[in-house]
């Protein structure tokens, strides 16, 4: 009875080590990177001028005789927002995921777009966003007297919705995931201008 509770015994702890030495094996991590990334204005996809001339806003209305400075602060910035949404494939978990960006295009009101546009992080059903005020300053205008300056805030740039071909790679395995989905893109410039009525 004792030799076969040894053997027992014996026959056990070899399992478990061999069972530690498995769990113990190091799993290589997914990394990933962007093979490439094609858009393809396909037969549903589309691309919008946008203008939106938003209602006049008083800065100063003049009811003297006597003119008077008007002091006007204006911005131009433009936005730039991002959305990718996945169609085909699936996105494998990988440690590098929050690091991994693509170039957009850049949307034309003809309806084209062409390379070379801003470089976002490859995110898929969350909107990015880049507000950039290109410029900004200040200007004395002179407002004649019984006049009114107005200012007028003006939209305009393109919207889209274009189809993406993305290749990934895991660099430590060589295995390719190929994606397919829809871009979704707005690129807008906002100027202030002033009018005196």
């Known amino acids: 009875m004792k030799n076969m509770l040894f053997f027992l015994l014996g026959i056990f702890t070899l399992f478990t080590a061999c069972s530690d030495d498995a769990?113990?094996?190091p799993l290589t991590p997914t990394i990933l990177k962007v093979v490439s990334c094609d858009f393809v204005k396909e037969e549903m996809d589309w691309v919008k001028p946008v203008k939106e001339i938003g209602e006049p806003s008083v800065g100063i209305e003049n009811k003297t005789d006597v003119p008077t400075t008007y002091l006007n602060q204006w911005e131009n910035s433009t936005?730039?927002?991002?959305?990718?949404?996945?169609y085909t494939?699936?996105?494998?978990?990988?440690?590098?995921?929050?690091e991994l960006t693509i170039r957009v295009p850049t949307l034309h009101a003809d309806g084209t777009f062409s390379d070379g546009g801003s470089e976002v992080p490859l995110v898929f059903g969350t909107t990015y966003e880049i507000l950039d005020p290109r410029s900004r300053g200040q200007e004395e205008i002179v407002v004649p007297g019984h006049s009114t300056?107005?200012?007028i805030t003006e939209r305009t740039g393109s919207s889209c919705s274009i189809t993406?071909?993305?290749v990934l790679v895991d660099v430590n395995t060589g295995q390719q995931y190929e994606l397919r989905g829809a871009w979704y893109g707005l690129q807008i410039s906002k100027e202030t201008h002033t009018l005196l009525t």
Request: aromatic share 12%; net charge neutral; proline share 4%.
């Open 89 to 98: 494939g699936s996105l494998p978990k990988a440690e590098n995921l929050g």
């Open 164 to 166: 993406f071909y993305l």
């Open 79 to 86: 936005l730039e927002t991002s959305l990718f949404s996945l």
């Open 149 to 151: 300056l107005k200012k």
């Open 23 to 25: 769990d113990s094996t």
